[in-house]
């Protein structure tokens, strides 16, 4: 997913943060995809902990992802409202197939954000 090129002259935490943007942007990594734990990412690369915390923090500052606590951090960006976008879209139309008021599966949303 990341490489980093020891020879550039961009710091290895830019290098970091480029490639995340540019793959969260070209939809390489899709709205909502869970990224490596800061520390994961950072062995798997070779690089320290903090090198890697600060290009995720300022990934995070971009809205590029957004971390969630112990949950992980999650690609954000564009790809989020296009993607809620169809999914509420492709709601509508099988509640409106069901036969279903907008009261109604207003309804179930709240039921099933309730929920989650």
Do not use: C
Not at 47 to 57: C, E, M, S
Not at 94 to 114: F, K, M, N, W, Y
Request: net charge neutral; charged share 20%; proline share 5%.
């Amino acid at each position: 997913m990341i490489t980093i090129d020891v020879t550039a002259a961009e710091p290895p935490y830019e290098q970091v943060k480029a490639q995340i943007t540019g793959q969260a942007a070209s939809g390489a990594l899709a709205a909502g995809t869970r990224l490596p734990p800061v520390r994961q990412l950072a062995e798997e690369l070779g690089l320290a902990a903090n090198t890697v915390a600060k290009a995720y923090r300022e990934l995070e500052q971009a809205g590029v992802i957004e971390t969630r606590g112990r949950a992980g951090s999650f690609v954000t960006g564009p790809g989020v409202d296009r993607e809620a976008r169809a999914a509420a879209a492709a709601y509508v139309a099988r509640v409106s197939a069901l036969g279903l008021t907008p009261a109604e599966a207003l309804q179930h949303i709240q039921r099933a954000l309730d929920v989650a």
